[in-house]
């Protein structure tokens, strides 16, 4: 559709968008004309805005002379009229060292990069976390008291992941020491759940040298992380998620972004949402109704998935906020943080 417009109504439509990205706010013919760069007439701007209204790209949201792009409108924009801004050196050292993930758990370094992203977009920050499933290379059990153990567990990459399980009280350290050298000489090089069944059996068939209290802590070790490891759907990250109550200004804004929070809740979110950024290459922007997982709520998605080494998506990073979100600044922001995330995994 961008083609069929000529450069004075692209111009216009682009006032109009700017001016909507900018403030929410509709804009009329008048404040155009003085904006442009061009002499032209209110009632020629009008005419054109006619124009543009009937090919549904704009709409009045209530009885004045402003209009405001649809969703229709912003994604023409987006697609043929965007400017993307680029990241400056000092932004992308910043994003790579919040993504740093040295000494830190996984889950921790992708809750960080929601946080950062929601800050350096205004917008809720979410992250698509996937399930780990790199070759170990050392686990370690550790007492946090009466009745409890720290497992710790390291990948080859040096992410971190820990789990808290349950203990028999007034379990001696010196099992804990058994414990986390009986199963790192069993887990190092290869994946938790290619290792779980073969421990499992061995204990089973009693051809381990470990005593019954051992055998129990190792079971529940393994248990605990098998069962936080059960679904391929892996976590949802949301940081940031008031920053969607800033530009509420009416009860039924607020049912829409209350919508949004169930949907954000929910399993099946997830799946589709990896399934969406899963089906194309870089960048995904969903924008308003036409985004089949928020479609109620009129907020707009940009998110960016993320690979393993074996080029396989796993995970996603982006963004949620109103369809006035300034695409031209989050769209870079998404797309490097979910490539410094891809390096991370290796």
């Not at 994604?75 to 400056?88: A, H, K, P, Q, Y």
């Not at 605990?224 to 200004?249: C, F, H, Y």
């Not at 109620?296 to 796993?314: A, K, L, T, Y």
């Amino acid at each position: 559709m961008i083609n069929e417009l000529n450069q004075r109504s692209r111009e216009i439509f682009r006032l109009i968008v700017d001016a909507y990205v900018a403030s929410g706010e509709p804009i009329g013919s008048r404040t155009i004309s003085r904006r442009l760069g061009m002499a032209l007439s209110p009632a020629t701007i009008r005419n054109v805005m006619a124009d543009l209204e009937e090919q549904g790209l704009l709409y009045a949201p209530h009885t004045s002379a402003g209009r405001i792009p649809t969703d229709a409108g912003l994604r023409m924009f987006v697609d043929g009229l965007l400017e993307i801004g680029s990241l400056t050196e000092d932004e992308r050292a910043s994003i790579e060292a919040k993504c740093s993930a040295s000494g830190r758990a996984f889950s921790d370094v992708l809750s960080e990069a929601s946080t950062m992203l929601s800050g350096l977009s205004h917008c809720a920050g979410l992250v698509l976390a996937p399930k780990s499933d790199r070759p170990l290379k050392h686990i370690e059990f550790v007492s946090l008291g009466p009745g409890r153990a720290l497992v710790v567990l390291v990948n080859e990459t040096g992410l971190v992941e820990n789990r808290v399980i349950e203990v028999p009280v007034g379990l001696p350290a010196s099992t804990l020491q058994t414990v986390s050298n009986f199963l790192s000489a069993r887990l190092a090089g290869r994946t938790l759940e290619e290792a779980r069944q073969e421990v499992l059996q061995e204990i089973e068939e009693q051809r381990t040298e470990l005593d019954e209290l051992s055998r129990k802590v190792v079971s529940a070790g393994l248990a605990t992380w098998a069962g936080s490891a059960g679904s391929n759907a892996g976590q949802l990250i949301v940081r940031g998620q008031s920053k969607l109550l800033e530009d509420v200004t009416a009860l039924s804004d607020l049912e829409r972004v209350r919508s949004l929070f169930e949907a954000l809740e929910t399993k099946e979110t997830m799946l589709r949402m990896l399934d969406a950024t899963g089906r194309g290459d870089g960048v995904q922007i969903f924008i308003g109704a036409e985004n089949v997982l928020f479609s109620h709520s009129g907020c707009s998605m940009i998110i960016s998935p993320f690979q393993n080494s074996r080029e396989q998506v796993i995970g996603a990073i982006g963004v949620i906020g109103p369809t006035r979100i300034n695409y031209a600044r989050i769209i870079p922001l998404v797309d490097y943080t979910a490539k410094v995330v891809s390096r991370l995994i290796g």
